[in-house]
């Protein structure tokens, strides 16, 4: 059983911490970590409706920001170590060089949309940066899509949570 001193304490922590520790979630998940940002993208965003002790906007804003830079990280991260490590360890996989060939073609020709539809799909927005740098896929492409995806990532997940809590605290007040 919580106590009303135990509640206030907790909405004070998450209202001073909430939004670098998801921000830092997304960044880590986008740098391929697999973390539940999702999860905890949607929490916050339903805990800032509810309480009002978290903004949504500077939640959405942490949320674009660490997304972005998370990419770029993964991004840098295949680019310099993804080769070499495909190369090395990918037959035990069952990447052959082919079969490496053949993704570095796909990402030339479908890597901005590769990465755009990636961010909404969980195990591959975690992946999704590190095989575009794996992969050779053009840095202006990459930058244009992971942006654009990270941004409506943030903003669709974020509002509709904090839509649906504040909907959800509307149902449950008492009439």
């Given at each position: ?54 903004d ?13 830079l ?64 794996t ?41």
């Open positions: 059983m919580s106590s009303p001193t135990g509640d206030t304490k907790l909405a004070e922590f998450v209202s001073i911490y909430g939004i670098w520790l998801v921000a830092a979630f997304i960044a880590l998940e986008s740098v391929g970590i697999p973390l539940p940002a999702e999860a905890a993208l949607i929490a916050a965003g339903f805990f800032a409706a509810r309480t009002h002790h978290l949504i906007w500077s939640l959405i804003g942490a949320g674009i920001v660490a997304a972005i998370g990419e770029v990280v993964g991004f840098w991260i295949g680019r310099r170590f993804g080769h070499q490590l495909l190369v090395r360890h990918g037959a035990r996989l069952g990447f052959t060089e082919g079969r490496i060939r053949i993704g570095q073609w796909l990402f030339v020709r479908y890597g901005g949309r590769f990465v755009f539809v990636a961010r909404f799909l969980p195990f591959l927005r975690n992946m999704a940066a590190v095989l575009a740098g992969n050779s896929m053009a840095q202006h492409s990459f930058y244009f899509a992971s942006s654009t995806a990270a941004a409506a990532w943030i903003v669709c997940y974020g509002l509709a949570s904090y839509s649906f809590g504040e909907a959800f605290a509307h149902v449950a007040s008492p009439a």
